[in-house]
Each structure stands twice: as structure tokens, then as C-alpha cells.
């Protein structure tokens, strides 16, 4: 995030000067609003899993968080990577970050001091359990 609240996703680990926030992912999806080579060489990135992400647009206004629940039958499945790409691309992104999946792909918000869990997490098999994670990414916005 600069400090005219502008997203950047940049696929160098160099940050421009005008950063103020940052946070880093594991594969970059979308680049100039088309479809990233993604590596084969790894069974998680073939097969539908729960998956967070994040994209923006080509001005960098416009911020998408994507959650997608799995490894839940008869709910969800998840999606592979290159299903996640091609539905950041029908979004209309520009670019797009793979962020943690799996067990920490959770969705809560708060407010007036309550907390309401907007997805359905799975840990260890269990659906609606949270995985206890070191990190998040959070928003503050004013009502």
C-alpha cells in the first residue's frame, strides 16, 4: 500500500519508496491482466484446495480479497490455481497474489467489539474449526 492508498503487487522483492504497508505471497497468478505460468512441479497447485488471495486493477484502486473454502464435501471442494486465476481474471484484475491457503484461509470481520466469521475454515478435517496462525492481514475502515 503507498501513501495514497494505492495496491501494488510487484513480482520483484524491491518495494518502491512510497510503501508504507506490505505483505508477501508465494506465486503471482495474474500479470497484466493475463494468466501467469504456474509451476507443475507440485501436486497442491493441481488439485482444488481452500485458497486466499489477493488482486487489483490496473490503477491499483480497486483492492480484491478472494477466499475460497475446501476440503469440505458436499460444501466446497476448493479450487486448483488455475482455477483461482481464471476467476481473478473474470473479475477484471490486472494482478494478482496468491496468498496462504489451506487450514488459514479465513474471513472475519468486527465490529462494535463482535466478531463474525464470514466463511467456513476447516482444520485438521474439522469444518468451522480456525487454525491458530501467527499472522493475518488485516483492513481498519472508517463506518
Not at 92 to 119: E, F, I, M, P, R
Amino acid at each position: 500500500m503507498s501513501v495514497n492508498n494505492y495496491a501494488q503487487i510487484s513480482n520483484n522483492s524491491i518495494c518502491s519508496a512510497q510503501t508504507i504497508q506490505a505483505i508477501s505471497g508465494n506465486l503471482i497468478l495474474v500479470a497484466n491482466g493475463q494468466a501467469v505460468t504456474l509451476p507443475k512441479n507440485s501436486s497442491l497447485n493441481q488439485r482444488p484446495y481452500p485458497r486466499t488471495a489477493v488482486a487489483i486493477n490496473q490503477r491499483g484502486d480497486k483492492l480484491w480479497l478472494i477466499l475460497v473454502d475446501g476440503k469440505q464435501p458436499f460444501y466446497s471442494d476448493g479450487v486448483t490455481l488455475v482455477e483461482l486465476t481464471e476467476f481473478i481474471i473474470n473479475l477484471g484484475a490486472d494482478k494478482a497474489l496468491n496468498l496462504d491457503g489451506g487450514g488459514s484461509t479465513t474471513l472475519v470481520v468486527s465490529s462494535n467489539s463482535q466478531t463474525k466469521l464470514l466463511n467456513s475454515p476447516t482444520h485438521t478435517l474439522v469444518p468451522m474449526r480456525e487454525r491458530s496462525i501467527a499472522n493475518h492481514l488485516g483492513f481498519y475502515a472508517l463506518p
